[in-house]
């Protein structure tokens, strides 16, 4: 494989210097030659703008050397609408953001190495709230792909993500292994690994700190006339042996899906310190159908409002967010240990929205150990009440279809004014209970079991 060492193309590697286009003019040519590895060498740090994978490029940071996005909004060269976020509450608007490293239409293309990509995060920050940043919002994508085939991202270290870290759109057959994402918890919007409208997806073995999402699905049809004509749904994809610490969802489906979500594996992670653990959430019109998580270790705690979710080790809701919403079904958890400040909620608005849920050996210990209160649910997106009252059960369940709890166990290690039964079933049709354990959180007030 021929080399291209970004040093042979003027770049300078000195943190300081804008070595945007030294980087450019290394890929540019190994893929006008025909494709190889573009090379950053260890020991320099190398400040960019956008720069531009290209097909049959291997761009590999060396174990030691840094990609570091310019605090420079001047220096990126690729714009998208961005994301408005304005005390905890996101909407989505005509800013502008950017890219540090972009593709588009790319095939057979690699970033891989031991070395680090910088997002630059910090440099975008123009207030502290105290629990969470206020951000400039032309603040870059980290890592922004577009209708690629054959994508691997394999070893690197990815940090201070200013906004969606790592976004693949309409990317086919993508292998993320290995890799580690470390932002910081107060900066908004800074998902891990977003795939949105992608198909065959493997990742493994990810160690990853988010403010937001870890590993979110998604279909958003923002930019997709642009690129392909090809059938935009995400599906096929597998996630295993990742650990996740974030401010939101660690391993979410949703909630922003135009269009379908289906056959995904989510299997032995492990989830710490976040505001939700597992979510399957339809906002939108598509359909979500045969998803499976298996073998995870789950700890989800209370949080600042504005970050999504409180406390549920998992949650599956079919809300909409605007007009309409979608179908949830052929969901199954399996062999699932959650340690919540907050019980399992499955929830849909609407009778006929969610069906074909199996929760198997999924143990939910309910203890309290942060400052923040409960006793309340969050429905963001949804433009009506965010926050409604709800007490807290082990499981509680609202018009859903054709449920089974199969060696199910709620215990509660603290017993909060808020905390109501083991399993509560609303309006329910085709609950199937086996071998079901726990007792209410106050057994001289509430059954265990209640139905309505």
Excluded at 40 to 45: I, S
Excluded at 306 to 335: K, L, Q, S, V, Y
Aim: contains cysteine; glycine residues 10%.
């Amino acid at each position: 494989m021929k080399l291209y060492n970004v040093i042979d193309y003027g770049a300078v590697g000195d943190g300081a210097a804008d070595d945007t286009a030294a980087v450019q003019a290394a890929i540019d040519a190994c893929a006008a030659a025909g494709g190889g590895r573009v090379v950053l060498p260890a020991g320099r740090t190398f400040r960019t703008g956008t720069v531009t994978l290209r097909s049959h490029v291997d761009f590999r940071i060396e174990n030691g050397a840094t990609l570091a996005g310019s605090p420079d909004f001047a220096d990126y060269s690729v714009f998208f609408g961005g994301v408005v976020l304005n005390d905890g509450n996101t909407q989505w608007g005509s800013e502008q953001t950017t890219v540090l490293l972009n593709a588009e239409g790319a095939e057979n293309i690699s970033v891989t190495g031991g070395g680090t990509i910088d997002g630059a995060g910090r440099h975008f920050v123009t207030g502290d709230n105290g629990f969470i940043y206020t951000m400039d919002q032309r603040r870059p994508f980290t890592v922004y792909f577009r209708d690629c085939r054959n994508v691997t991202f394999r070893d690197i270290r990815i940090v201070d993500g200013a906004v969606w870290t790592l976004r693949l759109s309409l990317c086919d057959d993508v292998l993320i292994h290995g890799i580690r994402i470390h932002n910081d918890l107060k900066t908004p919007n800074s998902d891990a690994i977003d795939l949105d409208c992608c198909r065959r997806v493997r990742v493994s073995d990810c160690d990853i700190v988010a403010g937001d999402d870890a590993i979110c699905l998604k279909t958003c049809l923002e930019h997709t006339g642009a690129v392909t004509d090809r059938v935009p749904v995400c599906e096929d994809v597998t996630v295993t042996g990742c650990t996740i610490t974030t401010t939101s969802s660690a391993l979410i489906v949703g909630v922003e899906n135009q269009t379908a979500i289906r056959n995904v594996v989510f299997s032995s992670c492990v989830v710490r310190q976040s505001a939700r653990g597992l979510a399957v959430r339809n906002g939108e019109g598509g359909d979500m159908e045969n998803i499976l998580f298996s073998d995870i270790i789950v700890e989800t705690r209370f949080f600042h409002s504005g970050w999504w979710g409180r406390g549920e080790p998992i949650a599956i809701m079919g809300i909409p967010w605007t007009d309409n919403c979608g179908t949830i079904r052929n969901i199954r958890f399996r062999n699932i240990l959650c340690r919540s400040e907050n019980g399992v909620l499955v929830r849909a608005e609407d009778p006929g929205t969610i069906e074909g849920l199996v929760f198997d050996g999924v143990r939910v210990e309910i203890d309290r150990w942060s400052r923040w209160p409960g006793g309340h649910a969050d429905l963001r997106p949804r433009r009506a009440e965010n926050f409604p009252g709800l007490p807290t059960d082990g499981f509680h369940l609202e018009n859903v279809h054709d449920v089974t709890l199969r060696d199910c166990e709620v215990v509660w290690t603290a017993r909060p004014d808020d905390g109501r039964h083991a399993l509560y079933a609303e309006k329910c049709t085709g609950l199937v209970n086996r071998d079901f354990r726990g007792e209410a959180a106050h057994p001289d007030r509430f059954d265990a079991v209640a139905t309505a």
